[in-house]
C-alpha cells in the first residue's frame, strides 16, 4: 500500500478534464491505497469455486422454479482486479449526472476523483462476492458478471472464525441468487437503469426526484429479501450462524469504519435486507413461495414503500 503515491495521483487529478471525476486517477489512486491480496490458487480451491456456482445454480433453480444462466463471466479476483472491473460501473452509472452538468473546475474535479478514490478503497477492501447485472452497459453482450473477491473471503473467514470453504460457498449461493432474480425478471436491469438516470438527472438539475428514489429502494429492497428467502429454501448447509457473526463483526466495526458505510450507503442496504426479508418472511407464513415470486411477473408487481411494510395489502392487490 502507497499512500503517498495515492495522495500524489488525486491530486493530479485537477489537470484539464471535462468529467465531474477523473477515472482514471481515482481508480490508481484506489489501487495505490490497496493491497491487491493474493491470488495463488491450488487447483482444487479453483475447482471448489465452480462447483460451487454449478451447485448454487442447480439448487437455486430448483427452489425458484425458474430458469436462468449464470454469467459468462465468472471472475475469481484480487482486490485491484475489483476495483478496476467496478470503475466501469461507477463512471456509467454518473454518466448521467456528467451530461448533464458543466465542466467542473479543476479543484472541485479534484475532490470528487478524492472522494471516488475512497470508496472504491474501502469497498475494494470489504466486498466479498458481487453478482453485477452491468447496468447502464453499452453493448447487448455485457449483460452480467460474476466476481468472487479471493482475499476478502480469505481474510473475513479467518476473522469470523468459520471454514473458508463452507463460507465461500454460501458467499457463492448469495451472488447466484441474486442471478436468478435479474434472470425471472427480464425487465428489471431497465426499470433500475430508469430510475437511476430519472434520479441523477433530477439532482444535476438541481431538484430531487422523490419517486425514482422511492422507486429504487423499495426494487433493491426486494432484490435484497428475495435473495434472502432463495436462500432459505436452497442453501444446502445452516448459515444462521454465518449471518450472525458477519452482523456482529459490522457492529464491533471501530467509528470510522463505520462513518464510511454509513456515508456510502451500506447501512441503507443492511436495512434493505431486513426490510425485505421481513416482507417474504410474512409473505410465505400466509402464501408460499409461487406467491412470493410473483413480484418477478412484471415491473407492477414490485411492491409500493407501503406494501412493503403491509404485505398483506401487495398480496391482495397482486391475487385480483
Known sequence: MNLYRSARTVAGASGTGDGV??????????????????????PGEREGYARDVREA?????????VEFDVPETIEIQNRHHWIDANVATFERVMGTLETHTETFPGVARTINTGTMTVLLAFLGRNVLGQYDPLLLAETPADDHALYFVRPNILNAADVLDVDSDRFRRWIAFHEVTHAAEFGAAPWLSDHLEARMESGIAALSDGSFNRDAFRDLDAAM?????????????????????????????????????????RLLGLGLKQRQYERGKQFFEHVIAVRDLETASLVWDRPENLPTHDELDSPGLWIQRVER
Do not use: C
Open 221 to 261: 429492497t426486494v432484490v435484497e429479501g428475495y435473495a434472502e428467502l432463495l436462500m432459505d429454501h436452497a442453501f444446502d448447509d445452516e448459515y444462521a450462524d454465518l449471518r450472525r457473526k458477519l452482523d456482529a463483526r459490522r457492529q464491533g466495526r471501530g467509528p470510522l469504519q463505520k462513518l464510511f458505510r
Open 21 to 42: 471525476i477523473d477515472w482514471q486517477s481515482a481508480a490508481d489512486a484506489a489501487k495505490a491505497a490497496t493491497e491487491p491480496g493474493s491470488l495463488s490458487l491450488d
Open 57 to 65: 445454480r442447480s439448487a437455486v433453480q430448483t427452489a425458484a422454479d
